[in-house]
C-alpha cells in the first residue's frame, strides 16, 4: 500500500511570512497533485507535477517533485489570509487509476 | 457546467438505516469516484469507477455499494449504516489530460452522521 506523509500537520504564521510544507512517501509516483480545501467545501487542484525535479510556480506559490518522484514541496512566499485552509498533497498510483491521498496540512495564516 | 453535484448536502441516520448518496456530473468524465474524509486522515477511496458499467473497490469499501449505468450519475449506496461511516462524504471526477494524468474535481461534500 502506497502511503503519503504531510509534515506539518499544523501550520500557524503571521500574513507576509513565508512557509513550506511536505509531502512524503517511500513510494514512487506517477505523478503528484497539490489540493486546497476550505470549510465545507471539496478539494480544489492548484498543481499536478509529473517528471521528478519537476518545479512549477502558481503565483506565490511553488512547487517541487523530488528528483525520485517519492516527495514534493509547497513554498508559500508572502502568506496572505486568503491562503488560509488544509493543503493536501495526492499521489497517482503505479496503475493511473486511483490516487492516494496524505493526511493535510491546515495553514491558518493571521493577520 | 455545474460541475460536481452532490445530494444531500447534510444527513442524519439511525444505525441499521439504509440511504443513497447522489453524486453526477456533466463534464462527460469516465473517471468517478468516492471518498470519505475523517479528521487526521485526508481523504480515503472508497469506490471508483472508470465508465458505465464498471466499478472497483477502493481502500475502504465495506458497507458501501455503488453502480455506474450512466456516464453521469455514480450513486453510493449505505447498506446498514454504522457510527463508524459518520463522515464526510465526497464525490469526484476526472479526466486524462493525455499522459494518464487525472485531474480530479471534487463535489461539495455529504456530511453524514449515523446515530
Known amino acids: 500500500t502506497q502511503l503519503l506523509e504531510q509534515s506539518p500537520q499544523f501550520l500557524s504564521i503571521q500574513e507576509g511570512e513565508n512557509l513550506t510544507v511536505y509531502c512524503n512517501s517511500s513510494?514512487?509516483?506517477?505523478?503528484l497533485q497539490w489540493y486546497r480545501q476550505e470549510p465545507g467545501e471539496g478539494p480544489v487542484l492548484l498543481v499536478t507535477?509529473?517528471?521528478?525535479?519537476e518545479v512549477k510556480k502558481l503565483k506565490r506559490l511553488t512547487f517541487q517533485f523530488g528528483d525520485a518522484r517519492k516527495d514534493s514541496s509547497l513554498h508559500i512566499t508572502a502568506a496572505q489570509t486568503g491562503d488560509t485552509g488544509l493543503y493536501l498533497c495526492?499521489?497517482?498510483?503505479?496503475?493511473?487509476?486511483?490516487?492516494?491521498f496524505g493526511p493535510g496540512t491546515r495553514l491558518s495564516v493571521l493577520p | 457546467n455545474a460541475g460536481v453535484t452532490q445530494t444531500p448536502k447534510f444527513q442524519v441516520l439511525k444505525t441499521g438505516q439504509s440511504m443513497t448518496l447522489q453524486c453526477a456530473q456533466d463534464?462527460?468524465?469516465?473517471?468517478m469516484s468516492w471518498y470519505r474524509q475523517d479528521p487526521g486522515m485526508g481523504l480515503r477511496l472508497i469506490h471508483y469507477?472508470?465508465?458505465?458499467?464498471?466499478?472497483d473497490q477502493g481502500e475502504v469499501p465495506n458497507g458501501y455499494n455503488v453502480s455506474r449505468s450512466t456516464t453521469e450519475d455514480f450513486p453510493l449506496r449505505l447498506l446498514s449504516a454504522a457510527p463508524s461511516q459518520t463522515s464526510v462524504y465526497f464525490c469526484?471526477?476526472?479526466?486524462?489530460?493525455?499522459?494518464?494524468?487525472?485531474?480530479?474535481?471534487f463535489g461539495p461534500g455529504t456530511r453524514l452522521t449515523v446515530t
Open positions: 507535477v509529473v517528471t521528478g525535479g
Open positions: 463534464m462527460n468524465h469516465e473517471y
Open positions: 469507477s472508470v465508465g458505465a458499467g464498471i466499478t
Open positions: 513510494s514512487v509516483f506517477s505523478s
Open positions: 469526484a471526477s476526472s479526466y486524462s489530460t493525455g499522459q494518464v494524468i487525472y485531474e480530479q474535481y
Open positions: 495526492a499521489g497517482e498510483d503505479n496503475y493511473g487509476q486511483n490516487f492516494v
